[in-house]
């Protein structure tokens, strides 16, 4: 059964530091979304990416936050310059695009923690 | 008010009982509902969505979704010890149908 990967799948770096999270989404499907989750508390959205530019966004994804599509697989979160309030889950999730099938499922998750 | 609620629990049942468990939504416009299983340390997994007012089964699992009453539940029937997880319910919004989640509900089945 096709699935979403991400990779990796615990990262850790300094604040101030880049760091990119990347994402395979399943084959056939066109929304992709990444959420996070910090510890104990709950999923919440981060941005929405179809037909390779950003449909929604969520007031935490601010500059420091950017998504790219860079080839017809991979979906990559990026941010900037990070800080100690990153540290949390980050998931990656995709949707087909067809009439009353809103589905979307979850990758595995990045564990981010920022030092 | 919150955007979707739930009862945080814990919730605790016997092993072979029917587990319960809850969910208000507040956009009275919100089309598609959906229950995940989370594991601690895990991703969300779906296991149900529910679009239309009623009940909807799928194995031991029924969803069931007053749109009146802005109410979504989720019954286990025959529940077994790997049920035990946290339980959110989500609903979907905007264009991009992102979804927005409750803080979840643990649930506990004690063999």
């Known amino acids: 059964e096709p699935e979403v990967t991400q990779t990796p799948s615990h990262q850790v770096t300094q604040m101030g530091q880049e760091v990119i999270l990347r994402c395979v989404p399943i084959?056939?499907?066109?929304?992709f979304y990444w959420y996070r989750q910090i510890l104990g508390q709950k999923v919440e959205f981060l941005v929405s990416?179809?037909?390779?530019?950003?449909?929604?966004k969520s007031e935490i994804f601010d500059d420091q936050f950017s998504v790219e599509r860079p080839d017809g697989s991979n979906f990559t979160l990026k941010i900037r310059s990070t800080k100690l309030e990153d540290s949390a889950m980050y998931f990656c999730?995709?949707?087909?695009?067809?009439?009353?099938?809103?589905?979307?499922?979850f990758g595995p998750g990045t564990r981010l923690t920022v030092t | 008010q919150k955007e979707v609620e739930q009862n945080s629990g814990p919730l605790s049942v016997p092993e072979g009982a029917i587990a319960s468990l809850n969910c208000t939504y507040s956009?009275?416009?919100?089309?598609?509902f959906f229950w995940y299983r989370q594991y601690s340390g895990k991703s969300p997994e779906l296991i149900m969505s529910?679009?239309?007012?009623g009940d909807k089964e799928d194995g031991r699992f029924t969803a069931q979704l007053n749109k009146a009453s802005q109410y979504v539940s989720l019954l286990i029937r025959d529940s077994q010890p790997s049920d035990s997880a946290t339980y959110l319910c989500?609903?979907?919004?905007?264009?991009?149908?992102?979804?927005?989640f409750g803080s979840g509900t643990q649930l506990t089945v004690l063999p």
């Open positions: 999730a995709s949707r087909r695009s067809r009439q009353g099938d809103d589905e979307q499922y």
């Open positions: 084959s056939n499907h066109l929304y």
């Open positions: 990416f179809y037909n390779n530019e950003i449909s929604e």
């Open positions: 956009d009275r416009g919100s089309q598609s």
């Open positions: 529910i679009y239309s007012n």
């Open positions: 989500a609903v979907n919004k905007g264009s991009a149908r992102q979804l927005t």
